[in-house]
């Protein structure tokens, strides 16, 4: 401890005309220019800085961890000359910075195959709980997919985001793989009134945090008569959030300004009452509350940015929607329309065999009508009904599984099979059929 508090002050030995950045022991310094020999003079001279007050203050830089690493575009390359303390520091073409592997030329290539090799690990532990009769269900699948790939993939993230595209994209297949394998895919009233509108995008929780800080207005007012207030609220969240002092929301700091600074002599308890639906005179409160909505004007208060989050959701949502619906001739729009439709927790709960067999079915990928791609042969065709042997085909469109299929579900559709339709007697229409082993 004593260590990490001496070693802040390392960043004091450079200028501020100069880059560096520290984390525990860990320090970097860089610089970016046009001309080579300005920036070697500029980090050499940042260099003697570091190194004298590390002399002066005893500590000692390790030599063979020292790396010096020229970040460049153009095809000639000239290699710095840089010395600590009268040693030259090695040169390379990569150097690994707080878990991120820098290549001199920003490909983050290497990067993204040492993450390959920590995943891997991960990976096929993954493999060994897999298995077809004793592996764990799907929500202790992902769990372990989060906490052993997802985060490692996570880590670093907003740096190597910047590599090519065809790096980014064997890495993404990568993930997709293992996500794959672990979703198994295939007074009775007051004495008046006080309203407020809020701007458009505010959140219920920041609207519940100004009801509270109108209250406390009002008792500022009234401070000369009551040293003793209650204010009484139904939100359980804000009052909790104020318990806490949760000082990272913008209200919540507000609120307590208000009450430090205007009511240092008043007694001020905060009450929380259940939900009150049913109760008359209440549910009144709510319509007036809920009538200030349609009011033209609104107060000057600015929202707090985590209110915009589900408004920013809901715009990326609505552009992954439109690429999908523009993806109309894609097999899996007819199963799901609408994106981010979750139709795995209809399966769950049901064992693993029954929930891969469901999510296969669902993607239109199984053993009994793609093996023909493993087994270098066509594709199987029904000539009694002149169609191809899909997943489409023995699920709504075979005539020849009408008299079975009818004993167990009567629509015509994959969309409202997977709503509509029990999971139980899908995996029942299938046992039937004698199909479901090759799934």
């Keep these: 401890m004593l260590f990490n508090l001496k070693i802040n002050h390392i960043i004091n030995s450079v200028s501020k005309h100069e880059n560096a950045s520290l984390f525990v022991d860990d320090f970097a310094i860089y610089a970016e220019g046009k001309h080579l020999q300005h920036l070697e003079r500029t980090i050499q001279l940042c260099i003697n800085n570091v190194q004298k007050w590390v002399s002066d203050n005893g500590f000692r830089f ?4 020292n790396t010096c690493v020229h970040f460049y575009r153009q095809r000639i390359y000239t290699e710095p000359a840089l010395d600590l303390d009268g040693q030259p520091i090695p040169v390379k073409g990569e150097a690994k910075f707080l878990g991120v592997i820098f290549y001199q030329k920003l490909t983050f290539k290497n990067h993204v195959t040492y993450l390959k090799k920590k995943c891997l690990k991960a990976l096929n ?12 269900d799907k929500a202790t699948f992902l769990k372990l997919f989060r906490t052993l790939v997802r985060s490692k993939s996570d880590y670093g993230s907003v740096v190597y985001c910047s590599a090519k595209k065809h790096v980014l994209r064997a890495w993404t297949l990568y993930i997709i793989r293992a996500f794959v394998a672990a979703a198994a895919y295939f ?19 920041s609207a519940e945090l100004e009801g509270i800080a109108l209250a406390l207005t009002e008792i500022k007012k009234l401070t000369k008569y009551h040293k003793s207030v209650v204010i009484i609220s139904d939100s359980l969240s804000a009052l909790q959030a104020i318990q806490s002092k949760h000082f990272k929301a913008i209200d919540i700091r507000r609120l307590y300004n208000l009450i430090r600074k205007f009511l240092p002599s008043v007694h001020i ?35 707090c940015w985590s209110d915009l989050k589900p408004k920013i959701n809901a715009y990326i949502h609505s552009v992954w929607q439109k690429n999908w619906d523009a993806e109309g001739a894609n097999k899996l729009h007819e199963v ?3 994106f981010g439709e979750d139709l795995h ?11 891969t067999a469901m999510c296969r079915f669902r993607v239109g990928h199984a053993w009994l009508t793609q093996s023909y791609f493993l087994k270098n042969e066509e594709q199987p065709f029904n000539y009694a009904s002149d169609s191809l042997y899909a997943v489409r085909h023995i699920l709504i469109e075979c005539p020849d599984f009408q008299d079975t299929r009818r004993k ?12 509509e339709v029990n999971p139980s007697r899908i995996v029942g229409y299938l046992k039937d059929l004698g199909d479901y082993g090759n799934i």
């Design 62 to 65: 390790s030599v063979s961890k």
């Design 125 to 136: 532990l993954l493999r060994v709980v897999d298995h077809r009769d004793w592996a764990v």
């Design 187 to 205: 007074p009775e009233h007051p004495d008046r009134s006080k309203a407020t509108r809020l701007r458009d995008g505010a959140s219920v929780f």
């Design 269 to 303: 308890s905060f009450v929380w009452i259940p939900a009150h639906i049913g109760i008359q005179r209440n549910e009144n409160v709510d319509k007036l509350a809920k009538a200030t909505q349609n009011r033209a004007s609104c107060s000057g208060k600015l929202i």
């Design 336 to 338: 799901l329309p609408n």
């Design 345 to 355: 927790k209809r399966g769950e709960g049901a064992g693993r065999k029954r929930e």
């Design 408 to 419: 167990y579900f009567s629509v015509n559709d994959l969309y409202r099979l997977f709503r």
